[in-house]
């Protein structure tokens, strides 16, 4: 004898995500489910596009035309030190 059971979300049965739902009625009042799930959907759109241009940037670009040469680093220039000229009065005293 075997036993089927309808598993919906990760394991959760029906009379689960009833549970679950009025809980979510509970806390947080039926007019604020619709503005939850909405900012919810945001999230996960958010989520999702930012995920995706990850993953375009880990992939190289096409070729087109002649390649770009790659720019190297300039090091800053090197400060000469300042030498002050002897300056004629100077000169004369000594």
Same mark, same amino acid.
């Given at each position: ?11 959760? /049965? ?7 739902? #009025? ?5 947080? /009042? ?6 939850? #799930?909405? /900012? ?12 995706? #241009?990850?993953?375009? @940037? ?6 087109? /035309?002649?390649? =770009?040469?790659?720019? =190297? ?6 400060? =000469?030190?300042?030498?002050? #000229?002897?300056?004629?009065? @100077?000169?004369?005293?000594?």
């Amino acid at each position: 004898m075997t036993t089927t059971t309808s598993l919906l979300i990760g394991g959760l /049965g029906g009379m689960e995500l009833l549970i679950i739902l #009025a809980v979510l009625v509970l806390l947080f /009042g039926a007019t604020k489910l619709p503005e939850l #799930a909405r /900012g919810t959907g945001q999230a996960l759109r958010i989520f999702k596009a930012e995920t995706k #241009a990850l993953s375009d @940037d880990d992939r190289p670009a096409p070729a087109a /035309g002649a390649a =770009q040469p790659v720019a =190297q680093p300039v090091a800053p220039p090197v400060a =000469q030190p300042v030498v002050e #000229a002897p300056h004629d009065r @100077d000169a004369a005293r000594g």
